[in-house]
């Protein structure tokens, strides 16, 4: 009956993996848009109020919000450093906003939310460690697990003599 009970539960446990969804290299790309644009201009922008278009406004209304925006923005224009990255932000959020998939993924992500833990891969991505590093840390865990596991004997043999 145990063998039954585990079996079924492994298949369920298998079906409800198949219908877990990663995030796409698109996804990462717009969390990093939003995250720049959120520390330059604060937590409640958008890459809607930075062109100062609506939600719903069309490829050619987007297209001169961007010419206007990227005329006052641009680095021939001006010196200011947080200017210059935010001319640089626009050029990605343009990008993103004209691409239908990811404009659609976008806006799943403004209704619902733009999620703070974003996987590991995405972590992975931006501090790859040296093989030195992981060496080191590989390493360490197991003297770590050898030390507890020892300790652990220790005290259950102890006890036992008790």
Request: aromatic share 14%.
């Amino acid at each position: 009956m145990k063998i039954k009970s585990l079996f079924i539960l492994t298949l369920i446990s298998f079906f409800f993996l198949c219908k877990v969804q990663a995030w796409e290299e698109k996804d990462f790309e717009i969390f990093d848009a939003h995250d720049a644009i959120t520390k330059l201009l604060g937590p409640e922008a958008t890459f809607y109020n930075v062109l100062n278009v609506e939600p719903n406004a069309s490829l050619e209304t987007l297209n001169k919000a961007y010419r206007k925006i990227s005329l006052t923005l641009h680095p021939d224009k001006t010196t200011d450093k947080k200017d210059r990255e935010l001319y640089t932000q626009i050029n990605l959020i343009i990008n993103i906003l004209r691409d239908k998939n990811s404009r659609k993924r976008y806006d799943y992500f403004l209704k619902v939310g733009v999620p703070k833990w974003r996987g590991t891969g995405y972590y992975y991505s931006r501090y790859k460690p040296s093989i030195r590093f992981a060496g080191i840390a590989i390493v360490v865990g197991i003297c770590a697990m050898q030390i507890l596991l020892s300790w652990t004997n220790y005290y259950t043999k102890k006890y036992r003599i008790n």
